[in-house]
């Protein structure tokens, strides 16, 4: 069964940080693009960042620039989102997805397998 699956989520106080990590199940995480989203509760799903194929390139939504950060390591089969500096603000469910192409994308439509997720918690 093809999964990807999240972990290394908690609770955390403001100005902490967290690593996540996104671990491919049955498939080579190296073909695909991988995001990462969120979902507060009472709020939409939306995107937090997405690492190409490669690695070469990755985007963020403005919310998190300059605090969060995506990486690969494709010998693991694994994808990282490094978050520094977290705000209350940023208290969701955290899930990764992969899409099979190149060059990432926000759109979460475009996103074949998605993990159930993991709770990240931000407060004193």
């Known amino acids: 069964q093809l999964h990807v699956v999240e972990s290394g989520g908690g609770l955390v106080q403001p100005g902490g940080s967290l690593r996540l990590s996104c671990a491919a199940s049955?498939?080579?995480?190296?073909?695909?693009?991988v995001g990462w989203f969120r979902q507060a509760p009472g709020k939409e799903r939306e995107g937090v960042a997405c690492i190409s194929r490669g690695g070469s390139s990755s985007k963020y939504a403005d919310s998190v620039k300059g605090r969060f950060t995506i990486s690969r390591d494709n010998t693991k089969n694994t994808v990282y989102l490094q978050m520094n500096s977290l705000q209350t603000e940023d208290t969701a469910v955290y899930s990764c997805?992969?899409?099979?192409?190149?060059?990432?994308?926000?759109?979460?439509?475009?996103?074949?397998?998605w993990g159930q997720g993991t709770q990240v918690t931000v407060s004193s």
């Open positions: 049955g498939f080579s995480l190296d073909t695909y693009a």
């Open positions: 997805a992969a899409a099979y192409r190149i060059i990432c994308t926000m759109n979460p439509v475009l996103y074949g397998y």
